[in-house]
C-alpha cells in the first residue's frame, strides 16, 4: 500500500522495479515475521506479514534437506517374519517360513512357503497373498497347527463363521441404539469456520483434510456420532478436534473436550484459548489446577450456557457437571480412562456427538473399529520435515546419559528424565546432578502441590530448566519442541502403547530427536518386558503408531471383546480373520437392513480360491527390490488389488520407485489382472496344459457351447469344463486370453446389471 508524496521527488517506479500501481492491494506468498516501510521518492510501500494482520505466523522453511525417506504405502502390511504364526483362509493355521524361489516346467516364480502340522507344507503363489494373515489368538500361547487334506478346519472355520454372524447381530444392535437417538444435524461451515481453518499455522497434510471432512459429515447427520481418529503423536489429531469443536459453537452446541492428565488439560485449554481468541467463543477448564471457589464458579457458568468449550480431566464425567446444550464430547487417549468412566461415556454416546483421539488404540477399540461398527479415520502422514526419533534401548549407563544431556545441551535443547516412582525419584534428581552438574534440573510429579507442579511446568515450558525429571504424567500429549532428549529409567515398568507415548514427546519439531530406554540387566528382565523394549526398537520410523497397537494386540491377545464366547474362535482362527468374516456378517446384515452404505467394504474371505498356472515367469526379481521384507510387503500389496485402476496405479508406481519393471515384474502384475477378471467370470482356474490354457468355468455344461466359441473366434474351443486356447510360444495367447476373460466378465456384468 503506497500514497503520494513530494511530485517533485524521484518517481517511486524508478526505484522500485515493477513496483504496484499506487493506492492498490497486493498479496505476495512467502514467509516473513515482521512487515516494513519503505520511502523512496514519490511514494511509499508498506509490507504487513501474517504476523501482523492475524496474530500469528507461518514456521520459516528448513534450508537443509531432511534425512527422512518418505513413509511407503506398504508401511501397513505388516511383515510375515519367519517363524510366524499365519491363518491361510482355506487350510488353516501354519508357520511362515520365508520366500522360496522354484522353477517348474522351465517357469520361474517366487512363493510363500507354510508349514503345517507334521512335514506338511504349502507353497502359496503370490496372487494369493492377500488370503493369508499373522495369526493373534486370545492370549499369548501359541496355536495348534493344522494338517492339511482333513476337514478339521473347514469345521472350525464354519463355526466361527456362525460365532461370527451371531455377534454381527449383537454389534448392530449396539449400533442401531446409536443410529436412533435422533439429534439435530450440526449446520454447515460458517464464514468463521472457514477464517479458522485458513489461520492454521503449518499445511494440513492430506489425510488431515481427510480426517477433518469426515467429521464434519458425522456432524451433519441426524444420528450422533462415534468416529475414532487414530494418528500418531504429533501427526495433528488435536486441530482435527479443535475444527470440530469450534463448528459445533458455531451452531450453538457446547463441547466438552476430556483428557487424563492435568497437564494436558492445561496444554489443550492454551492451544485452544490462543486459536479461538479472535472468536467469541468462550474456553474454560476443569482441574485441580483450578481451586474448589472457581471451579464452582465454572460449574455455575456451564450448565447456563456461558461457557462453550469445557476442557478437564475425570472430573468432567461427574454426576455434579451439567450442560445447558452438550453437542459433542472429544476424548483424548481413552485407554487412559476406568470402567466407570467408560460407562459414563457410552451413555454419553447416545446423547451427542463422540470424537475420540488416540495414537495407539487400546484392543476393544482397535478391534470395535476394524470390525466396521465403529467409524475410523487414520492420520498416516509426517508432517513436513519432521524425523523419526533414534531409539537406544539397553541397560542403564552414565556414561551415555552424560553424553545425551551435553550434546541436547550444547544445541540449546531440553532433555525429559522419566522415572515411575515418587519414592524414589528424589535419588535420581541427586544422581543426575551428580552426573550433569552443568544442567539445571527440576523434579514433578503428581503428588506435588497443584500451584507449585503448575509453576514447574510452566518454567519448563519457558526454558527455564534444561532437564525435567518426572513420572508419566508427561506421557500424553504434552507439546514442548525444544525437548529433544528423552531418557526413560526402569522402560520395563512400562506397557508399550505407554512406551510409544513417551516417545512421543519428542521429535516433535524438525530438530533430530534421541530416546533412551533404559532397564535393568537382561537377566533381571521378563519375556514380556523384553517382547516390548524389542518392539519398541524395531518399529522407531515415522507413523508407527498403527503397528505399535496391532504388535500390542499380538503381545497382549485379543482378550474379551464382547464377551467370553468370541474368545474360543479367536483362538481358533485368529483375530484378523476372525475380525474379516466379523465385518462381513455386519455389512450383510446391514445391508439387509437397507443401510450397508455407512460401512466400508469388508474384506473378501469366502471367495474359493482361483488356481492360476500360466507359462511365464512372476515374481519380483531379487536385482530390482533386493530387500526380501519390502518383496513380501509389496507381494501381499499386489495380491489384494482389487481392480484395474488400483493395478495400473501399482504398475506407474512400481516403475517410479524401482525402474521399468522387467518381464517376471510384468508377469506378475499380468497374473493379477487374470485373477481379477477370472473371480468376476466366476472361473475356478487359469492353467496351461499340454500345449493349451484352459479356462475352467463351472457353468458351461449348460451353455450353448458351439454358438460361444463361434463368438470367441477362430481357435478356441469350448469344452463341458473349460474354454481352451493355443498357448502359442510367442506369448500371443496373452492378449487373446485377457480378450476372452473380459468378454465374458463384461456379459457377466451386463447380465447382473450390476455396477462395476
Known sequence: LWREQDPAGVPFADVIADAPPPRTLVFVDGVLHEGWRLRAGDGELHLFSDAEIFGWSRPEPRRRKSSRKARTPEHAYTDF??????????????????????????????????????????????????????????????????????????????????????????????????????????????????ELEAAFPYVETEDQLKAVRAVKADMERSYPMDRLICGDVGYGKTEVALRAAFKAVMDGRQVAILVPTTILAQQHYDTFSRRLARFPVTVEMISRFRTPQEQARIMQRLEKGEVDII????????????????????????QRFGVRHKEHLKRIRTLADVLTLTATPIPRTLYMSLSGVRDISMIQTAPEDRLPVITHVGPFDEHLVRQAVLRELERGGQIFVVHNRVQSIGRIHEQLERIVPEAKIAVAHGQM???????????FGNGEFDLLISTSIIESGLDIPNANTLIVDRADWFGLAQLYQLRGRVGRSATQAYAYFFHPASNRLTEEARERLDTLAEYQELGSGYQIAMRDLELRGAGDILSTRQSGQVAAIGLHLYTQLLAQSVRKLKGELGTAEELPPAPPVSQATIIIDLPQPAYLPVDYVPEMALRLQLYRRIGSLTSAEELEAMREELRDRFGTPPLAVEGL????????????????????????????????????????????????????????????????????????????????????GAHY
Open 81 to 194: 517374519r519367519e517363524g510366524d504364526f499365519i491363518v491361510h483362509t482355506e487350510y488353516g493355521i501354519g508357520r511362515f517360513a520365508g520366500l522360496r524361489r522354484r522353477t517348474i516346467e522351465g517357469v520361474e516364480r517366487e512363493y510363500l512357503l507354510m508349514e503345517f502340522a507334521g512335514t506338511d507344507t504349502l507353497y502359496v503363489p503370490i496372487h494369493q497373498a492377500d488370503r493369508l494373515t499373522r495369526y493373534v489368538g486370545p492370549d499369548d500361547r501359541p496355536p495348534t497347527l493344522h494338517k492339511l487334506g482333513q476337514a478339521d478346519w473347514l469345521r472350525v472355520r464354519s463355526r466361527a463363521q456362525k460365532a461370527a454372524e451371531d455377534e454381527a447381530r449383537e454389534l448392530l444392535e449396539l449400533y442401531a441404539r446409536r443410529a436412533a437417538a435422533v439429534k439435530v444435524p450440526v449446520a454447515p461451515d460458517t464464514p468463521d469456520q472457514l
Open 311 to 334: 476442557i478437564g480431566t475425570h472430573r468432567l464425567v461427574s454426576g455434579d457437571i451439567r450442560f445447558k446444550n452438550l453437542g459433542l464430547v472429544i476424548i483424548d487417549e481413552e
Open 449 to 459: 502441590d497443584e500451584r507449585q507442579l503448575e509453576h514447574v511446568m510452566e518454567q
Open 669 to 752: 502384475l499380468y497374473q493379477i489382472e487374470i485373477k481379477l477378471l477370472a473371480q468376476i467370470s466366476g472361473a475356478t482356474g487359469i492353467v496351461s496344459r499340454n500345449g493349451k490354457i484352459e479356462v475352467r468355468l463351472p457353468y458351461l455344461a449348460n451353455v450353448n457351447r458351439d454358438l460361444l466359441a463361434a463368438r470367441l473366434g477362430v481357435g478356441v474351443r469350448v469344452t463341458r469344463t473349460a474354454i481352451e486356447i493355443a498357448a502359442q510360444p510367442d506369448d500371443r495367447w496373452k492378449p487373446r486370453l485377457l480378450d476372452i476373460l473380459r468378454r465374458i466378465a463384461e456379459s457377466i456384468r451386463s447380465q447382473a
